[in-house]
Each structure stands twice: as C-alpha cells, then as structure tokens.
C-alpha cells in the first residue's frame, strides 16, 4: 500500500455517543447521565456536534438487558423498514426511533460517527467492535486510545457481517464501533471500568476534534485485530490462545472437555452472561495485522466536489 | 430453641440437640445466583453425592419461575419474604408470587417457630461481591451452627471460610431458611448474576459436603467440645452517596473495591465520584466492610455493610 498521499475523508460533523443499549451495562448509562449533565457538556473545538443519549430508556429504568428483545439485534435494514404494528416489541419500536434521529441508516443524513458503550462479565479489557477492517476512522481512533492508555488492554474485534446484514446499533452511522470494556457484572458500576470508559471516550472526543481541525499528520499504523468465527476455559483468558486439545470446559463430575478445533485461535467474550441464552459460552478468533493509512480531513472543496459526484451516482 | 438446651455461658455444659434428621438444601431463592441453581438441579437428579446414613436431605429450588426467567426475583425478594405477616396473610393467588412461595415452602419446610420444622436448611446463594466462601448466621447463640461453623473452617483450611452474623434488629431480614430450627446461609462469590464459575461452584460443592460430614458425625454421637468461631458482625448498612433525587453520584472507590473483610479506617477512601474525587470514610472507629458493590443491593440503598470482629464461645454439643 502506498503511503505517501493521505486518504482524504469528509469531516466528521456530527457524533454520537450512546449509553443504556442494554439497560444493565452500567458504565455507559452513567457515563452518558453524567456527559448529559450542564455543567459538564463543552464545546470541543472543531464543527462537531456530539449527540449524547441512553438507547434503551424503560431497560435502564428497570436494569435489564431489555424488555421485549435485544435492541443491539434490531437495526437490519430489514427490521428497521419493515411494518409498522401497534403490538411490536417496545425494542423494534425504539430501534426505528433511533434509526429516525441518528439515521437513516445507510443515507447521507446519517452521523458521521456513533460510538455505542457497553460492558460484559467477561475479562475483555476494552474492545472496539466494529463491521468493517477497513474503517480507518475507527481504527485511527483506535489507536489513538492504545497510545494514550498505555495501561489498558486493549483490542480491535472485527465482526465480518456485510453492511447488509449488521445489526447492531453503530451500525446506523457512516462509521461507528462499540466500546465494550469489562469484566463487570450486570447491574453493578466499577469505578476502574467506569474511569476506562470515559478516558476512552474523551480521547475519542479529542481526537475527532483534531482530526476535524486538519491538515491532521496521521502516521501509518499497525494494528492486531481479530476476525472472529463464531462457535461454540480457561475463565478469565479471554485473547488467550487456544490450541488443538486444550482445556475448554470442565463437566459437573469433573471431567475435563478439550477443545476439537484444527486451528489455534483466541478465544474471547468468555462466559459472558447475556450470552447463555444464545448458547454461545465463547468466541474464537484468528489475530490479523492491518496496515492502515494516513488520513486527513477533505478540504471544503473537495467536500463539495465529492458529494456533486455522489448526488450524481443516485445510491440507495 | 424448641429441642435441646444450650448455654452459652457455662462452657462446662454439654447442650443436647436432637439428632439432625431432616435437612434441606435450597438453590435458586435468587433466580440468577447460578451456583445454587445448579447444584441443587444436579442432586435432584442424582442425589448420591448428597446420600448420608441416616438423614434425609432434600435438594429443593425455591423460586422456580425466578429461576426460568434468570432473575433475581417476579414480584418481590423471596430471601425477604418470610415475615409473620406474610405467612399468615390471606389472598391466595392475588398474593405476589414470592408470598406464595413463601407460604408453600413455609408448610413444606416448616412451619416456622414448630416443633415440625426442618432441622437445617442451607440456603445457597451468590454474590457479586468479592466475599470468597462466607456462612451467615442469623444466632449468636445456636450452640450447634456455631459448631457446624468451626467444623467447616478447619476442614476446608487452608482455603478460607469466613462467618457473617446478622443479628441487627433492624438490618436482620426473614430468609427462606428461617423456617428450619437451624437456618444455615452460604454466600460464594465473586461471581455476576445469571454467570456459572467453576471455582465458585466447586467452592460451595466442598462446603456443602464439610457441612454435611458435620451433620452426619454429630448424628452418630460425636461430642464436640467447646469452641471459639471468629464471626464479622454486621453494624450498619452504608447506601451510595445520592443527589436530591436518589441518584447514585458516587461508585464504590478503586481502594475499597474487592476489598471485603479488610479494615476500613476512619479518612480511608471509600466513595469515588465521577468526575474524580474522593469521599472519605467518616466513622469514629474501624470497621471491616463486606458485601461491597453487589449488584443487587443498589435498589435496597447499599453499597456495602460495616461490620466488626468478635469471637463467639459454643458450649460442647451432643445428640440427646
């Protein structure tokens, strides 16, 4: 890949930052209440506009997951235009009104950017995840966190689903990643987790700021991020890899379960609880590098130019 | 105590109890405590890890629809349900669920304060609280579930076991155990709700069974001499700092979580706001905080309780 041109991309002007999608990942809705808070909403410097909000409101008011079904599943394209009906799940109902606000998905209005906040029971660190290997906004974002919080553990998950078929929340903006930082327990706020969080998003913040200001010098980066194949431990050794006939689970009687695969891969999102119920005790992953290149904000020229040639294209 | 005498101030007195003969095990009083679900779901299908001469034990899941849904409770807290008032109410089907429960396991188990009752219920339960294995007493004075307790530290040491006593007039609350003569409370943790860890599940397992070994021992004569137990007794519960609206603006500090059992000094950190500061622990004394930051407690105004260290005396015990 040539390095020498930046890659020129629209500036970012208008961001999200979501807490509450699932109403017991504790660190977002609080972290959201306290953004929301006047004595704390700031101007960045830069033309961004960031929209703070909680998702999923009756979940966090009752700190479930969800009430009906997981709002996190409900932005297919599919769900989000299908009928409307009086007795659809308050989540499919609320899914179409976010998708209303920060949307449509998929269309020129949509935000430039959502970052969807999120925990789990399972020893992740913090976690990006995201559609796409080749969003460089997310990954210099990315990046930007690995260099500012030295001390955290942190990786780049990409979920290979096609824009057709992503469901999730981020998902709604031309770019968007969750933050999924744990281990936390449902229902219950750490102060560690919480801190991470919010480092994480001010420096997100920050860097959108700085990258709206261009010229912005990025440098070419490399990156490990993980493709994940979704399947059915070593508790606790989430990114840990796992080797052919490894320890995978222990039976009631104490029999030890080893893992059958061909392949080494890492496992991760271990005994996380919201996913019993879809029958997934882990997933496993294969670790890539990615070359990312430079990029820098399009000029307000080049902005013009390219959305005459997109208005001209008639996409869908 | 209906059965037996027990004198706790006379160490040279032997209190006689009843042989132990009815026992039951309970899991699943909060729907997502996972350790309990599972032990008792596996020992009604096969009881012969649970088998001893002599006794009948009954594994038994108290709030079944609780734990369909993998909550902690339908209508109302199950392990708070057992007060007089609600075991005589009437109503029947228009009475929340969990007052049902109670009373359906008030008569299966009980009744409470009878001659009828079970002689030991173990309660199982989880939390997310860093706790390791703890028993909760309800008793200072229960001669035999202070000697169960002693029985059980020293068999499961090195591994540590502590004793939590609930004894508070007004922090003291009607468990579903508190229907048998001698309510026995295990709490494993840290684990998160609706989550199954194989060292917390292990951990209760070998509990369970030391327990058991008591029970079975004491049954067949053994006199156990008078003892110490090493209790942490509760003091007060301490709720998250609020604004006037009973919003929580304050987490539990960095230097406090996970930190039960260990001293709590006055003007030690003990409170974190979000943006950053710090609030000190006030009290005159120091204190050892337990049940910090469990996930359950935010809706009863409880960040973590206080307690204090005590040594309790039991007298010998014997079957009479």
Same mark, same amino acid.
């Given at each position: 890949?040539?390095?020498?041109?930046?890659?020129?991309? &629209?500036?970012?002007? *208008? $961001?999200?930052v979501?807490?509450?999608?699932?109403?017991?990942?504790?660190?977002? #809705? =609080?972290?959201?209440?306290?953004?929301?808070?006047?004595?704390?909403?700031?101007?960045?410097?830069?033309?961004?506009?960031?929209?703070?909000?909680?998702?999923?409101?009756?979940?966090v008011?009752?700190?479930? +997951?969800?009430?009906d079904?997981?709002?996190?599943?409900?932005?297919t394209? $599919?769900?989000?235009?299908?009928p409307?009906?009086?007795?659809?799940?308050?989540?499919?109902?609320?899914?179409r009104? /976010?998708?209303?606000? /920060?949307?449509?998905?998929?269309?020129?209005?949509?935000?430039?950017?959502?970052?969807?906040?999120?925990n789990?029971?399972?020893?992740?660190?913090?976690?990006?995840?995201? =559609?796409?290997?080749?969003?460089?906004?997310?990954?210099?974002?990315?990046?930007?966190?690995?260099?500012?919080?030295?001390?955290?553990?942190m990786?780049?998950?990409?979920?290979?689903?096609s824009?057709?078929?992503s469901y999730?929340?981020?998902?709604?903006?031309?770019?968007?990643f $969750?933050?999924e930082?744990?281990?936390?327990?449902?229902?219950?706020?750490?102060?560690?987790?919480?801190? $991470?969080?919010?480092?994480?998003?001010?420096?997100?913040r920050?860097? #959108?700021?700085?990258?709206?200001?261009?010229?912005?010098?990025?440098?070419?980066?490399?990156?490990?991020?993980?493709?994940t194949?979704?399947?059915?431990?070593?508790?606790?050794?989430?990114?840990?890899?796992? *080797?052919?006939?490894?320890?995978?689970?222990?039976? @009631?009687?104490?029999?030890?379960?080893?893992?059958?695969?061909?392949?080494?891969?890492?496992?991760?999102?271990?005994?996380?609880?919201?996913?019993?119920?879809?029958?997934?005790?882990?997933?496993?992953?294969?670790?890539?590098?990615?070359?990312?290149p430079?990029?820098? #904000?399009?000029?307000?020229?080049?902005? +013009?130019?390219?959305?005459?040639?997109?208005?001209?294209?008639?996409?869908? | 105590?209906?059965?037996?005498?027990?004198?706790?101030?006379?160490?040279?007195?032997?209190? +006689?109890?009843?042989?132990?003969?009815?026992?039951?095990?309970?899991?699943?009083?909060h729907g997502?405590?996972?350790?309990?679900?599972?032990?008792?779901?596996?020992?009604?299908?096969?009881?012969?890890?649970?088998?001893?001469?002599?006794?009948?034990?009954?594994? @038994?899941?108290?709030?079944?629809?609780?734990?369909?849904?993998?909550?902690?409770y339908?209508?109302?807290?199950?392990?708070?349900?057992?007060?007089?008032?609600? /075991?005589?109410?009437?109503?029947?089907?228009?009475?929340?669920?969990?007052v049902?429960?109670?009373?359906?396991?008030?008569?299966?188990?009980?009744?409470?304060?009878?001659?009828?009752?079970?002689?030991?219920?173990?309660d199982?339960?989880?939390?997310?609280?860093?706790?390791?294995?703890?028993?909760i /007493?309800?008793?200072?004075?229960?001669?035999?579930?202070?000697?169960?307790?002693?029985?059980?530290?020293?068999?499961?040491?090195?591994?540590?076991?502590?004793?939590?006593?609930?004894?508070?007039p007004?922090?003291?609350?009607?468990?579903? +155990?508190?229907?048998?003569?001698?309510?026995?409370?295990?709490?494993v943790?840290?684990?998160?709700?609706?989550?199954?860890?194989?060292?917390?599940?292990?951990?209760? *397992?070998?509990?369970?069974?030391?327990a058991?070994?008591?029970?079975?021992?004491?049954?067949?004569?053994?006199?156990? &001499?008078?003892?110490?137990?090493? #209790?942490f007794?509760?003091?007060?519960?301490?709720?998250?700092?609020?604004?006037?609206?009973?919003?929580?603006?304050?987490?539990?500090?960095?230097?406090?979580?996970?930190?039960?059992?260990?001293p709590?000094?006055?003007?030690d950190?003990?409170?974190?706001?979000?943006?950053?500061?710090?609030?000190h622990?006030?009290?005159?004394?120091?204190?050892?905080?337990?049940?910090?930051?469990?996930?359950?407690?935010?809706?009863?105004?409880?960040?973590?309780?206080?307690?204090?260290?005590?040594?309790?005396?039991?007298?010998a015990?014997?079957?009479?």
């Amino acid at each position: 890949m040539q390095v020498d041109e930046p890659v020129r991309l &629209p500036r970012l002007s *208008r $961001a999200a930052v979501c807490g509450g999608t699932h109403g017991n990942e504790l660190s977002g #809705v =609080y972290l959201v209440r306290e953004m929301l808070k006047p004595e704390n909403r700031k101007e960045d410097g830069g033309p961004a506009s960031l929209l703070m909000l909680l998702s999923n409101p009756r979940a966090v008011q009752q700190c479930t +997951r969800y009430v009906d079904t997981d709002l996190n599943r409900c932005f297919t394209h $599919a769900t989000l235009n299908g009928p409307a009906s009086e007795g659809a799940p308050y989540e499919i109902f609320r899914a179409r009104e /976010l998708n209303n606000l /920060l949307g449509p998905k998929g269309s020129r209005a949509a935000v430039d950017l959502i970052c969807d906040l999120h925990n789990t029971t399972a020893n992740m660190g913090l976690c990006f995840i995201a =559609y796409s290997d080749c969003d460089w906004v997310c990954l210099h974002i990315f990046r930007h966190l690995q260099k500012q919080m030295p001390d955290t553990p942190m990786r780049f998950i990409h979920f290979d689903v096609s824009t057709k078929e992503s469901y999730s929340l981020d998902s709604i903006g031309k770019h968007g990643f $969750a933050m999924e930082i744990g281990p936390q327990p449902h229902g219950c706020i750490k102060s560690n987790i919480y801190t $991470a969080m919010r480092e994480g998003v001010q420096h997100m913040r920050d860097w #959108v700021s700085c990258f709206n200001s261009g010229p912005f010098s990025c440098l070419v980066s490399l990156y490990s991020g993980f493709k994940t194949s979704k399947c059915f431990l070593s508790q606790d050794r989430d990114f840990c890899l796992l *080797r052919p006939g490894e320890p995978l689970f222990q039976t @009631f009687s104490g029999e030890t379960v080893k893992y059958q695969g061909a392949e080494a891969l890492y496992a991760f999102f271990i005994n996380e609880c919201a996913y019993y119920k879809k029958g997934i005790a882990l997933s496993l992953a294969r670790k890539r590098r990615v070359s990312v290149p430079s990029i820098r #904000v399009q000029t307000d020229e080049e902005e +013009r130019a390219s959305e005459q040639s997109f208005a001209s294209e008639e996409e869908e | 105590m209906s059965n037996g005498s027990s004198s706790n101030n006379n160490n040279n007195n032997t209190a +006689r109890f009843d042989a132990a003969r009815r026992v039951a095990i309970f899991g699943g009083t909060h729907g997502n405590e996972m350790s309990g679900v599972t032990l008792v779901n596996l020992w009604m299908q096969n009881s012969a890890e649970i088998q001893r001469k002599g006794l009948e034990i009954k594994p @038994f899941i108290t709030n079944p629809k609780a734990v369909e849904k993998c909550v902690r409770y339908v209508d109302t807290d199950l392990n708070r349900a057992f007060t007089q008032e609600n /075991l005589s109410a009437t109503g029947g089907d228009e009475l929340p669920y969990e007052v049902q429960r109670a009373q359906e396991i008030n008569r299966m188990f009980g009744p409470k304060g009878s001659a009828e009752a079970y002689d030991v219920i173990f309660d199982l339960h989880n939390t997310t609280s860093n706790m390791g294995c703890t028993l909760i /007493l309800e008793s200072s004075k229960d001669a035999f579930n202070l000697q169960m307790m002693n029985y059980i530290k020293k068999a499961f040491a090195p591994a540590s076991c502590l004793v939590l006593l609930n004894e508070h007039p007004l922090l003291k609350y009607s468990t579903s +155990r508190s229907v048998a003569k001698h309510p026995v409370g295990m709490e494993v943790g840290p684990q998160p709700q609706g989550v199954l860890r194989s060292n917390i599940f292990e951990a209760m *397992r070998v509990i369970l069974k030391h327990a058991l070994d008591f029970i079975s021992l004491f049954n067949e004569g053994m006199e156990f &001499p008078p003892c110490t137990v090493e #209790v942490f007794r509760v003091l007060e519960r301490m709720d998250y700092p609020r604004d006037a609206n009973g919003n929580i603006i304050a987490m539990v500090h960095p230097n406090l979580q996970d930190c039960d059992w260990e001293p709590l000094n006055p003007g030690d950190p003990m409170f974190q706001t979000f943006d950053g500061k710090t609030i000190h622990y006030q009290g005159s004394s120091t204190v050892y905080p337990t049940f910090i930051n469990e996930a359950a407690y935010y809706e009863k105004q409880q960040a973590f309780v206080t307690t204090r260290r005590e040594t309790l005396a039991a007298s010998a015990i014997r079957k009479a």
